[in-house]
Each structure stands twice: as C-alpha cells, then as structure tokens.
T-cell receptor, first 114, second 115 residues
Framework: EAQVTQNPRYLITVTGKKLTVTCSQNMNHEYMSWYRQDPGLGLRQIYY???????DKGDVPEGYKVSRKEKRNFPLILESPSPNQTSLYFCASSFGREPYNEQFFGPGTRLTVL | GENVEQHPSTLSVQEGDSAVIKCTYS??????FPWYKQELGKRPQLIID?????GEKKDQRIAVTLNKTAKHFSLHITETQPEDSAVYFC??????????????FGPGTRLSVLP
C-alpha cells in the first residue's frame, strides 16, 4: 500500500531534550516536506527536500533540522525543543518536479513540549 | 512570497444546502490549486484540484472555480451531508527557482453540516 508513515504518533517531552520524528514514504517520491499545524494558522512548511542530500528551509525553519540521506526517509530533528514547538506535525511527499503533483500526508505527530 | 487567505474561518450549513469557501492568493506564478479535507484527528486528504489553465472543475457534489485575473478560487459543495463536516484547506502551488514545489496553505475553514 502506497503510504507515508510517521513515528511516533504522540510524544510528550521536556524542554531541551533532543528528539527525532521519523518520516518514510514508499512511493519513490523525490519531494518530501515537513509542516506544522497550529489552530488558525493552517499548515506551515518547516523544511523541504527535493532529493537525496538536497534540503531547504520553508517558512518556519527556526529550531528544526532535517536530513535526507535516503530517498524514502526524511526525519525531523528538534535539537533543543521549546514549548512553542508544541504542535501537530505532518510529513508529506510528492513527485515534486511539476507544480501540480499531489502531496500525500502522513498521519501526523502530536508533540507536546513541557 | 506567496500568501493565501481563506474565508470564512467557520461555516455552518443545514444538511442539503450548499457551502462555498473562498481563497485568494498573491503570487501570479502559482498555477496549481488543490483543496484538502481534514477530518478530526486525521491527515489532510486531497478532494479536488485545479490547474491554472482551467476555469472550473467538477467531481460529483464538489466543484472548484478559478479566476486567475482576480487571483481567487473557490470550493463549492452542493447537497451537503453530515460527513462533509471537516476542516477544508486551500493551497496554491508553483515551482521554486530550484524546481521544487512550493505549497502555501490557507488557514482553513471549519465546515459544520447540521442535520
């Protein structure tokens, strides 16, 4: 089954404790992206990747890191989480080389930083 | 950069009535406009999309219209049903200079269909 998976689905952590949220897709998509969703603000892009070893900042990259060592995986890293990073996070992927490729979303990760 | 506005933020309709959600965008380079539906606790899922060379597209009870000159596009749902209750997001997309897609989403509309 074609899908985007994320882990963990729920995470409660404390300020400053490094964490990683994994994202994997099995559709051979080149383009992968991370979003955060906050009430009233919609989906805001954190980072995106056009291919292996090619990543770039989205609209709200501060406090986040990403890597793309393999085509299928695109982990999101919070080196020193803070309470303002409490949010719902979605990973998404698409073929990406055209502007009208559908984005497929993962199930989401609800992160709480205390 | 691109900015997408969406109205209304909440919308309540009676079952069987129509619902209309409107979005505006700022970047004339945007040429793909998808609509996503997000049910409570679930991921956003594409329900319909339109490319810039088309003015209208319809899929059963759902239609989208695009006015490129005015930079706005709208989602129309007819004969609404309780299962249409969800948050709807519009988005505008174009290719960045480095050939990656740039998606910008609107803030969302919470649609409630009252039985």
């Amino acid at each position: 089954e074609a899908q985007v998976t994320q882990n963990p689905r729920y995470l409660i952590t404390v300020t400053g404790k490094k964490l990683t949220v994994t994202c994997s897709q099995n559709m051979n998509h080149e383009y992968m992206s991370w979003y955060r969703q906050d009430p009233g603000l919609g989906l805001r892009q954190i980072y995106y990747s056009m291919n292996v070893e090619v990543t770039d900042k989205g609209d709200v990259p501060e406090g986040y890191k990403v890597s793309r060592k393999e085509k299928r995986n695109f982990p999101l890293i919070l080196e020193s989480p803070s309470p303002n990073q409490t949010s719902l996070y979605f990973c998404a992927s698409s073929f990406g080389r055209e502007p009208y490729n559908e984005q497929f979303f993962g199930p989401g990760t609800r992160l709480t930083v205390l | 950069g691109e900015n997408v506005e969406q109205h209304p933020s909440t919308l309540s309709v009676q079952e069987g009535d129509s619902a209309v959600i409107k979005c505006t965008y700022s970047d004339s380079a945007s040429n793909y406009f998808p609509w996503y539906k997000q049910e409570l606790g679930k991921r956003p899922q594409l329900i319909i999309d339109i490319r810039s060379n088309v003015g209208e597209k319809k899929d059963q009870r759902i239609a989208v219209t695009l006015n490129k000159t005015a930079k706005h596009f709208s989602l129309h749902i007819t004969e609404t049903q309780p299962e249409d209750s969800a948050v709807y997001f519009c988005a505008a997309s174009h290719l960045r200079d480095n050939y990656g897609q740039n998606f910008v989403f609107g803030p969302g509309t919470r649609l409630s269909v009252l039985p």
